[in-house]
């Protein structure tokens, strides 16, 4: 982080009263939305810290709640500003705040240090004690301890002079900066994630051809059962020993035949439940391409948290979230049947209307669910269940509503429809 920008943007924030909201979206970002819906974004990682604006918002899709996370919305939301500025004209972005209620004023300081791989972002209270901190960092790592509890000690003023240049715009510069970050992170992103479907297709379409031809086994079994018939219809001519030898050759021969027919049967149920989830992979993969900003391409990757227990088998379907609904999509036959049976009544189901397609479940405890969670759930549906771009009609209703008739195949009513364009 160049000084020069912060000391440009120090200028800017000045002209803001108030802290509207302010919460963590990322692992080391915050974001900050000030008085008249004016929002900047924070990253906070270390070596690497840099300040942005965006066109559209961005919302988490993880809920942080750690003690970092409680003071900071706790002390600064709905927060006053009393003063901003940078200590020791140092790259140490300082935000006073007041808060009041009907018993007390209280007053208190978000301080984020720009500083190299100590860069931070402290929670302090009026007498410069530590209340919470987005990193701690204890007296065996450095002579400048992070602990709750303890006195902030004030770094030295620096003994150079930072280069200072003019900003004529900060908004459009912080802007055109989140522009060429997200431009050259969408690139790479749509790379990896592309690379890394592809794996899941070349190994979808490598059981695929492995698969024995359904064809043959059905003629096999057709073999097998004429031989055994053959065998029991010339019987009469034998007696005996060879009679029971024959008898025995018949029986196996229909045993063989029962199998290849059930191997056939198996194997086309394997076959379109592959074929339906390469399906599924080749339209990610046109979804990637055709994404246009990074958070839309992670919204189709949730990140799985570092301290999740890891479990030998993955689910059965894909999951995505957003604002807290997880929204699960079968993407087989077989997916959609585990997502009706193991879906709750208040969860709500939705379908392209009158055509085949996957099924998506959105897990809900309520009545209803909000109007965009409608809107992107009957995308996804209309996304993955289709090979062309349109306006499609998606029908949703409660899981109570729907009644299973055979696998996948259900009734529903009542029910509600929404059009949706891909």
């Known amino acids: 982080m160049k000084h020069y920008i912060l000391h440009n943007l120090i200028s800017k924030l000045k002209e803001y009263k108030s802290i509207h909201s302010i919460r963590r979206i990322e692992n080391n970002t915050i974001k900050i939305e000030f008085n008249g819906r004016n929002t900047y974004y924070f990253n906070m990682t270390k070596g690497n810290s840099f300040i942005y604006k965006r066109d559209n918002d961005s919302n988490s899709r993880k809920n942080f709640n750690a003690p970092f996370d409680i003071q900071l919305q706790k002390l600064f939301n709905n927060s006053f500003i009393e003063n901003i500025e940078l200590l020791n004209n140092d790259k140490i972005l300082s935000i006073k705040v007041v808060t009041k209620s009907a018993y007390k004023k209280q007053i208190n300081f978000l301080q984020l240090e720009f500083t190299g791989k100590h860069t931070n972002i ?59 970050l997200e431009a050259k992170e969408l690139n790479t992103l749509k790379k990896h994630k592309i690379l890394q479907i592809s794996k899941q297709i070349d190994k979808i379409e490598n059981i695929l051809n492995n698969l024995d031809d359904i064809d043959i086994l059905n003629k096999k079994s057709k073999e097998y059962n004429e031989d055994g018939l053959n065998i029991l219809n010339n019987l009469y001519k034998l007696t005996g020993y060879e009679k029971d030898i024959n008898i025995k050759e018949s029986n196996n021969l229909f ?18 439940n592959l074929s339906q989830k390469l399906a599924f992979y080749n339209r990610l993969i046109i979804t990637i391409q055709k994404s246009t900003t990074v958070d839309e391409i992670e919204f189709y990757f949730p990140k799985k948290d570092k301290n999740q227990t890891k479990t030998k088998k993955a689910q059965p379907y894909q999951s995505f979230f957003i604002d807290g609904y997880k929204i699960m999509l079968g993407r087989d036959e077989r997916e959609n049947i585990y997502l009706l049976k193991h879906s709750r009544a208040s969860d709500f189901w939705f379908h392209l209307k009158d055509r085949p397609s996957s099924h998506l479940i959105v897990t809900n405890t309520k009545k209803n669910i909000p109007d965009n969670i409608i809107q992107k759930a009957a995308s996804i549906v209309a996304k993955f269940s ?30 509600n429809t929404i059009s949706v364009k891909v």
């Open 255 to 272: 045993n063989k035949s029962k199998k290849s027919k059930q191997k056939a049967q198996n194997q086309h149920i394997e076959q379109t």
């Open 386 to 415: 289709t090979d062309s771009d349109g306006n499609y009609l998606v029908d949703f209703t409660q899981r109570r509503n729907v009644k299973i008739q055979s696998k996948a195949n259900v009734l529903y009513n009542p029910y």
């Open 122 to 180: 402290i929670i302090l209270d009026e007498n410069n004690i530590i209340l919470e901190a987005l990193r701690h960092i204890d007296e065996w790592t450095s002579v400048r301890v992070i602990k709750v509890g303890t006195k902030l000690v004030e770094l030295n003023k620096p003994t150079f002079e930072f280069e200072t240049k003019v900003i004529d715009d900060i908004d459009e510069y912080l802007l055109e900066t989140f522009k060429t």
